[in-house]
C-alpha cells in the first residue's frame, strides 16, 4: 500500500512539475507575441506619424484642387494601422466626390470593386493606391471632358488592378509629354513592385491600369 501512494505521489509531484513547465512556456510564448504584436503596432504607427509629417511638408501643388485631393488621400492613409480594399473604395469615393463637387463637374463618376476581398494594406500602402487613383482622377476630372469616369479595382493573373478609364477626349500619346501626374504615377507603381499601363487614344478616352502584384500584400 505504501509502495502505491509512493507511485501517485511522484506522479502527482511529475504532473505538476509538467504543468508548471507548460505553464512557463506559454507564457514565455504569451510574452513573445505580445512583444511581437506592440513592434508591429508601432511600426504601423510611425507609418501614419511619418505621413502626416510628409504631408505638412510637402510642396504646394500646382492648383488648390490638386493639393486639397492629396491631402485627402494622407489623411485617410494616416487614420488608422490596417486598410482593406473596401476602406481603399471608400477613400476613393471620396476623392471622386471632391472633384465632383470643386470643379462642378458634369461628369459620372462610377466604381467597381470586389464584393469581398481578404487583402490587407498597411499605411504606406493604401497612400500608394490611393495616390494612384487620385492622379488618373485628377487627370480625367480636369482635362478629358468625360461623361464618365470609371475607378476599378479587379484581382487578375494574381495582380490587384487598379483602373481608372474615362470615355473623354483622349489624346495622341506620342505627341503629348508625360506631365507632373504620370511621372508620379510610374514611381507609385514601381514602389508596389507594380507595372503601369497607359492608353489613349484621340476620341475614345484614356485607361490607367496599375497592376500590383497581390503577393506584395
Do not use: C
Not at 476630372?141 to 487598379?162: K, Q, R, T, V
Not at 500619346?173 to 507632373?180: A, F, K
Amino acid at each position: 500500500m505504501e509502495e502505491i501512494l509512493g507511485l501517485v505521489s511522484v506522479g502527482i509531484l511529475v504532473g505538476l512539475m509538467v504543468i508548471y513547465f507548460l505553464s512557463e512556456l506559454d507564457r514565455k510564448q504569451y510574452n513573445i507575441s505580445l512583444k511581437n504584436k506592440n513592434g508591429e503596432l508601432s511600426r504601423l504607427q510611425h507609418q501614419r506619424d511619418e505621413i502626416i509629417k510628409e504631408l505638412q511638408l510637402k510642396v504646394s501643388e500646382k492648383t488648390k484642387i490638386k493639393e486639397d485631393a492629396v491631402a485627402l488621400t494622407y489623411q485617410f492613409a494616416a487614420s488608422k494601422n490596417l486598410f482593406t480594399l473596401k476602406d481603399v473604395e471608400v477613400a476613393t469615393k471620396q476623392i471622386q466626390n471632391y472633384y465632383k463637387s470643386a470643379l462642378e463637374s458634369n461628369s459620372t463618376f462610377k466604381m467597381n470593386f470586389p464584393e469581398k476581398e481578404l487583402l490587407s494594406f498597411e499605411p504606406r500602402e493604401t497612400l500608394s493606391i490611393l495616390t494612384i487613383f487620385n492622379e488618373g482622377l485628377h487627370n480625367a476630372a480636369l482635362y478629358s471632358n468625360a461623361n464618365y469616369i470609371f475607378n476599378i479595382a479587379s484581382i487578375e493573373d494574381g495582380n490587384l488592378n487598379l483602373i481608372t478609364h474615362d470615355n473623354g477626349m483622349g489624346y495622341d500619346r506620342n505627341l503629348v509629354p508625360n506631365g507632373d501626374g504620370i511621372q508620379t504615377l510610374w514611381k507609385v507603381t514601381q514602389k508596389l513592385n507594380g507595372v503601369l499601363e497607359l492608353t489613349s487614344t484621340i476620341g475614345n478616352g484614356t485607361v490607367v491600369n496599375a497592376q500590383i502584384p497581390i503577393d506584395r500584400f
